[in-house]
């Protein structure tokens, strides 16, 4: 079933890159429009927005759901719970019978996240612009021309990261370019997704994210689909052994934060690149990395590590949020070590996420939980 859907956008079950080319452009088209001062204000959308499903109620097109369902994902589900631990009446906000992400209480609307979201930020490209200049982020610029890309890259020098300019989940993205060969296939694989592209120096470093609601900042590590040899077990063994714990959901379940490590023609393909095979046997305390992206789905682990953030690198992430006017908004950022002052060591904020997956925080694979729903609820109440 995985082969008629593209292999790059994968997990998520794309056929063609049609509505991929259509976000690009109605979002350009909505950053122009916001540069001429022709958009309207966040909280008078939210109010437009609100009035409308008001009005959709009345004649019925709009209906409501009172229990949360196995079909909301976790981001989305664990503020339900704890709002119903609370004893808040919220509603699931129901579409021709269809059921959304957004949500009700009280005579405000939420879409997953009980605070207010800027869908802005998700433009790669002008979070750089908004960024550069008071907080580090990787030299990079955006194109739609193959060859001024690849004229750029060259002139930045090796190596590189070539990505869409929105999406999200890695999809067709390429890291850790050092050619130029290399670089023109990178090119001509984000253009498949969508004609805007990014191109950036590669930073040296682990994957971070740090989730900011209004003041209070959470960050966690995020790390490859990955097993620990015994010196005993095959590769495959020590896969199917990983996945059985509970917490582990499968590739698609939506109820779940982890995921299981899926055993594919991928993971095939990374392992011959690293001379073994699903049958190797790693020896005692070996971590072999099975999946290239960093995606929850592929059975990425999560490693909560908000407790050893000194806080200067909290206050950079609050400043920044302020920067972009969001209360709600995810940092993803590159460091060889997060327990380290940003200004000391190599660190760059890579992308700005409006609508974050906060229960990593809450259900990391290692380190301690941390009350990611709570904090947002009691954020959103004052």
């Known amino acids: 079933m995985k082969d008629k859907y593209c292999e790059h956008c994968w997990p998520t079950k794309r056929k063609s890159h049609i509505s991929t080319y259509f976000n690009y452009f109605s979002r350009t088209l909505q950053e122009k429009l916001s540069r001429i001062k022709l958009n309207l204000s966040n909280k008078l959308l939210q109010r437009v927005w609100t009035l409308l499903l008001d009005f959709l109620s009345l004649i019925k097109i709009v209906t409501f759901n009172s229990e949360p369902t196995t079909d909301l994902r976790n981001r989305s589900l664990i503020f339900w719970k704890e709002a119903k631990r609370r004893g808040f009446d ?6 021709l019978g269809k059921k959304t992400n957004f949500f009700k209480f009280q005579r405000q609307y939420y879409e997953a996240i009980p605070l207010a979201i800027n869908h802005n930020i998700d ?17 990079g610029d955006c194109f739609i021309s193959r060859k001024r890309g690849l004229k750029y890259g060259k002139k930045l020098g090796f190596p590189l990261v070539v990505k869409p300019r929105f999406g999200s989940l890695s999809a067709h993205a390429t890291w850790n370019i050092t050619n130029k060969e290399q670089l023109k296939q990178a090119i001509g694989l984000a253009r498949q997704y969508q004609p805007g592209f990014m191109v950036e120096e590669y930073l040296e470093g682990s994957l971070f994210r ?5 003041d209070k900042v959470f960050v966690c590590k995020k790390e490859k689909a990955n097993v620990t040899g015994d010196g005993e077990s095959t590769i495959k063994q020590l896969i199917k052994n990983k996945n059985k714990n509970p917490y582990r959901g499968s590739t ?3 109820n779940t934060t982890l995921h299981e490590i899926p055993i594919n ?3 095939v393909k990374n392992l011959k690149e690293q001379d073994l095979t699903l049958n190797s046997v790693p020896e005692k305390d070996k971590k072999v990395y099975l999946h290239q992206k960093i995606i929850l789905a592929q059975g990425c682990d999560v490693i909560e590590l908000t407790e050893e953030v000194p806080p200067v690198n909290k206050k950079l992430f609050r400043r920044a949020a302020e920067v972009l006017r969001a209360d709600l908004v995810g940092f993803d950022f590159i460091t060889p070590d997060i327990s380290v002052p940003y200004h000391q060591q190599e660190f760059g904020i890579i992308e700005a996420n409006s609508l974050p997956y906060a229960d990593m925080h809450q259900y990391p694979s290692k380190g301690k939980s941390q009350p990611v729903a709570k904090t947002a609820w009691d954020k959103a109440r004052k």
Do not use: Y
């Open 265 to 267: 023609k991928r993971i």
């Open 210 to 214: 740090a989730t900011v609601l209004k």
């Open 90 to 95: 919220v509603k699931q906000v129901k579409i």
């Open 252 to 254: 698609h379940q939506k």
């Open 123 to 139: 433009d790669k490209f002008r979070i750089k612009q908004l960024l550069k200049k008071e907080f580090p982020v990787p030299t």
